[in-house]
């Protein structure tokens, strides 16, 4: 029978839509899981291992025969980074890529409030949008060990919880936009000296309880679709392709499906790379940060090295597959997800955010009743200090911004005070960027710098001082720790001279580290801040000013002494660890005590606690009720709060759990929920935590498990972790 050619026509159509249609992968409709395994099946061997290494500085291909799009990468947790070069480190010069800067990750972890944190992801990620990336390199949790790690001014503070549970949110918030966040630096990551091979050990007991925490709720509860490896060795091995962190922890336990990304120049060995659970190897044969090579990408480990492994049968094709099927699923969820957002770069509502953020962060650490400081009644300000006349986003190693809108502190100052006012001696200066140190600078220059500021300070009515750390290396900055506790450049010397001067004196320091403090007592009040971003100075003059009351809080102690903090008291093995033939090692010696726990069970008092923070208003705690004297599953603990002053504020309401009884040594009290309140003169609100039975659990290293024995546990609420306003007691049975 002859086929008219209507009907010849019709089944044309039909037979192409048919084949268009078994183009599962393309087909953002369907389930990822088959979109996945229908792009696996019409790969080639060649095509798999190309998308296992970078083809870019900051670029892993995908399958351009498939029209599959690869994967744009960029830096960093608290912007989007500057366009670098497709294949050195040096910057593309764009003129298109000014961004905003947000507050640095501590200064999120300061404020205390998970919806900022999703703001901030939802934010940063409408930037990565418009800058064409696939993949954002942060949040960064690794947990804050010493005040001389030069990155923890990236990180979360040094709490898991606190960590964990911004971490999640700030994922959500960037995910919500197509875009991947890559959580880093997995794990151990805690300090940068011998940060590319210092081997740590730790025992399981820390490692559960306190580093991993952060990491796993970043999967599980924010979802990650990417993480990046440490430098670091556990255990002797690299922990970009370490099978304990990898294939047992990540994979097996947390169920993690992303793609396990290095960090650039972390992946250090083929057979490891293969079988050890790395998807994407970044950087190889570079530093990560300063050198490169002119190494091909084709010399990669998991580039012809691989090939030849899986051709010779020393690895199974299997590790192949797996790493393409990560990495697939990571193109899906983002480059593939079939959304067409640009999103937007530095615009005026990113720049709202960024001063939302940056107006909670900070904290007020001392006032005598100076702050806030009217600008009507101020009289003459002397202002101090180099870091009022710096942005503080240039430095500090990846993380570093190119913002697009950005005032100094002394010109908001100069606005908000009235120029003639005002004015500035510079007190001390640091060197040269990156790479020169404190000790650089001539002593004489900085006591002529210092005695200037003196002479001014007799005649001014008050001095705002504003000084702390910067970028610079051997500051808060990547690749280096700080040399030592106190504030370079001589600014001990000058701040207490300042306030002999005049005692009516505002030090409001920027920082992302703790620091010693001797002139504490002789100056009327403390600010502390960190690397707050685009608006950042806007938000500082905001709280000297009094247009907005200070609600940050510690996210880590300020220790008195340097020895008072744990890592560093156990001796050089536990930090910064020793060096025998070319490999540095070092054992976490402080175990679980590390920060608070430490502070608060061997009752060495920190200068300021974790969870501190002054405000304008007052807060009054009602009583602590709980729903029940025993825990089943859950309990539930309220507690009105009400703002006594006259002024609006906002409360961080703090819920610590302490174990009264237990067969293993626990810490006093560890966090286990927070609030933050917005309340009014005189108004009321209640907190509401629910307590569960994971909650009471610790890591029993001896069992392998997380357990909760029988006994009695107290809920203590609190305004920080000294501050506890009220408590309850209950049971577990
Ligand atoms: C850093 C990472 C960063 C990467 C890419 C490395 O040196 O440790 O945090 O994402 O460089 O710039």
């Known amino acids: 029978m002859k086929k008219s050619f209507l009907t010849t026509l019709v089944i044309a159509v039909i037979a192409i839509n048919v084949a268009a249609s078994t183009l599962v992968y393309k087909d953002v409709n369907a389930p990822i899981e088959d979109r996945v395994e229908d792009a696996l099946s019409r790969m080639t061997l060649d095509e798999k291992i190309k998308m296992t290494h970078a083809a870019g500085k900051f670029y892993s291909p995908g399958v351009p025969r498939l029209g599959i799009p690869g994967l744009m990468m960029s830096d960093g947790p608290h912007g989007v980074r500057a366009e670098i070069s497709w294949n050195t480190w040096k910057y593309a010069d764009w003129t298109t890529d000014s961004a905003t800067a947000y507050p640095a990750l501590t200064g999120l972890a300061a404020t205390w409030n998970r919806d900022l944190a999703r703001r901030f992801g939802v934010s940063i990620g409408e930037e990565a949008l418009y800058r064409g990336k696939n993949v954002l390199l942060g949040p960064g949790v690794n947990i804050y060990r010493t005040p001389l790690n030069g990155r923890n001014f990236e990180y979360m503070g040094e709490d898991p919880y606190l960590a964990g549970e911004l971490a999640a949110e700030y994922i959500q918030g960037v995910q919500s936009n197509g875009v991947a966040a890559c959580v880093k630096h997995y794990a151990l990551n805690n300090q940068e000296t011998w940060r590319d091979n210092i081997d740590v050990k730790v025992d399981n007991r820390a490692l559960y309880e306190i580093y991993l925490p952060a990491f796993k709720k970043a999967v599980q509860q924010g979802g990650a679709w990417s993480i990046m490896g440490a430098y ?167 993380s570093e911004l190119k913002p697009k809108l950005i005032k100094t502190p002394l010109e908001v100052i100069r606005e908000y005070y009235g120029e003639d006012n005002v004015v500035y001696a510079k007190g001390y200066r640091s060197g040269k960027a990156m790479y020169s140190s404190a000790e650089d600078i001539p002593a004489a220059e900085l006591d002529s710098m210092r005695r200037e500021a003196v002479v001014l300070a007799r005649e001014a009515d008050v001095v705002i001082y504003i000084g702390g750390m910067n970028k610079n290396a051997y500051q808060d900055c990547e690749a280096s720790d700080r040399l030592d506790f106190h504030l370079s450049y001589e600014q001990d010397r000058l701040i207490a001279e300042l306030a002999a001067a005049n005692p009516r004196i505002i030090v409001a320091n920027i920082s992302g580290n703790a620091y010693a403090m001797p002139w504490l007592d002789r100056v009327s009040a403390v600010i502390q801040s960190w690397y707050p971003g685009s608006a950042g100075a806007l938000s500082l003059v905001d709280v000297i000013a009094g247009r907005v009351n200070p609600s940050g809080r510690l996210p880590f102690s300020f220790p008195r002494r340097l020895e008072d903090c744990n890592a560093i008291a156990k001796g050089t093995l536990s930090y910064p660890g020793i ?21 608060d069970t061997a009752r060495i008092p920190a200068l300021f606690p974790f969870g501190y923070g002054l405000s304008y208003t007052k807060f009054d705690y009602g009583k602590v009720i709980c729903s029940a004297h025993e825990i089943v599953d859950s309990i539930t603990v309220t507690v009105p709060v009400t703002n006594v002053g006259d002024v609006a504020g906002k409360e961080v309401v703090q819920l610590y759990i302490s174990d009264l009884k237990s067969t293993l040594p626990r810490p006093v009290k560890e966090l286990k929920g927070f609030q933050k309140l917005t309340l009014a003169p005189g108004e009321t609100a209640t907190a509401e935590f629910v307590i569960t039975v994971d909650d009471l659990k610790y890591y029993d290293d001896r069992r392998s498990e997380w357990i909760v024995e029988p006994g009695k546990f107290k809920a203590l609420i609190g305004a920080s972790l000294t501050d506890i306003r009220g408590a309850a007691e209950f049971y577990y049975r």
């Not at 300063?290 to 094709?317: H, I, R």
């Open 232 to 398: 670091n060795k556990l255990d002797g091995q690299h922990c970009c392709h370490n099978d304990l962190l990898l294939n047992k922890i990540l994979r097996e336990e947390w169920g993690f499906d992303g793609a396990v990304i290095t960090d650039w120049g972390g992946a250090h060995d083929t057979r490891e790379a293969a079988l050890n659970g790395l998807d994407i190897e970044m950087g190889s044969h570079t530093n990560g940060l300063t050198t490169e090579s002119a190494f091909t990408y084709d010399d990669y480990y998991l580039a012809n090295p691989y090939k030849q492994m899986l051709e010779n049968g020393e690895v199974p094709m299997e590790t192949l597959d797996a790493k393409a099927r990560n990495i697939l699923r990571l193109i899906m969820r983002t480059s593939m997800n079939g959304s067409a957002r640009y999103g937007s770069l530095a615009s005026d509502e990113h720049f709202a955010d960024a001063r939302a953020i940056a107006d909670e962060s900070i904290v007020l650490l001392k006032n005598n009743g100076i702050l806030p400081l009217d600008p009507v009644r101020a009289g003459r300000v002397l202002v101090v200090g180099e870091n009022a006349t710096r942005n503080l986003c240039k430095g500090g190693g990846s």
């Open 579 to 599: 060096e025998e033939n070319g490999q540095p090692r070092q054992e976490y010696l402080d175990g679980i005590f590390v920060g608070y726990r430490h502070h």
